[in-house]
């Protein structure tokens, strides 16, 4: 099955200062990649996907990208606020009839004003 | 729409005592899924169901664990008997069949504390 990797698992940032957080995953099969963010106490949320047939796309201050062939995906988050701190998380889905999700195991991102 | 409903939103019970969990997928959503989440090993698929039909069950951890959904509109996941090893987050998300790949949205889950 699917296994998705994710680093770091905590990450600090000054207000202002840019985040990344990267992701692997093993299926080649795998064509759709979501990140969510979850807040302490809260559900995940859906913050930008991207599918495998492009290699970036961008929402404001939030983009990710996708390397098919290293089989990695990464978020970037420009220009952090102190309400971006959550936990993020990746995930993977292969095509077909299994349309589960596999989660990385996290990123608790704290941005210090 | 009123998204994933899940209940309780926090349930404390008794080592051996059997819970249930309760999950009300958004209208029209045909895949339902249930996750287990805690500091140690994060986001667990336990149980997917497509069309009221379980599809992927190796998630759930031992036979103390089982899940149902009855029709469209409801699903129960049920611990019995319950241990305190179970205590959790138990997340509840649905998604639609209308694209291959669409976004799973999350209930605000259920808090299982098991003493």
Redesign the interface.
């Known amino acids: 099955g699917e296994n998705v990797e994710q680093h770091p698992s905590t990450l600090s940032v000054q207000e202002g200062d840019s985040a990344v957080i990267k992701c692997t995953y093993s299926d080649s099969a795998s064509n759709y990649f979501p990140w969510y963010k979850q807040e302490l106490g809260k559900r995940p949320q859906l913050i930008i996907d991207i599918r495998s047939n492009v290699g970036e796309k961008k929402d404001q201050r939030i983009a990710v990208t996708l390397n098919k062939t290293a089989k990695h995906f990464s978020l970037h988050i420009t220009e952090t606020q102190p309400e971006d701190s959550a936990v993020y998380f990746c995930a993977a889905r292969t095509s077909g009839s299994a349309r589960q999700l596999t989660f990385g195991s996290g990123t608790q991102l704290t941005v210090l004003p | 729409d009123a998204g994933v409903i899940q209940s309780p939103r926090h349930e404390v019970t008794e080592m051996g005592q059997e819970v249930t969990l309760r999950c009300k997928p958004i209208s029209g959503h045909n ?1 339902l ?1 249930w996750y287990r989440q805690t500091m140690m090993r ?2 667990e ?1 336990l149980i ?1 169901f ?1 069309n009221n039909v379980p ?2 069950d190796s998630g759930m951890p031992e036979d103390r664990f089982s899940a149902k959904m009855p029709n469209a509109s409801f699903s129960t996941l049920k611990i019995q008997p319950s241990e305190p090893r179970d205590s959790a987050v138990y ?1 509840c998300a649905s ?1 639609h069949p209308r694209t ?2 669409t ?7 259920t808090r299982l504390t098991v003493v």
Do not use: K, R, V
């Open positions: 895949s899924f994060g986001l698929l997917y497509n599809i992927d997340f998604s291959p790949d976004e799973a949205f999350f209930g605000q889950g």
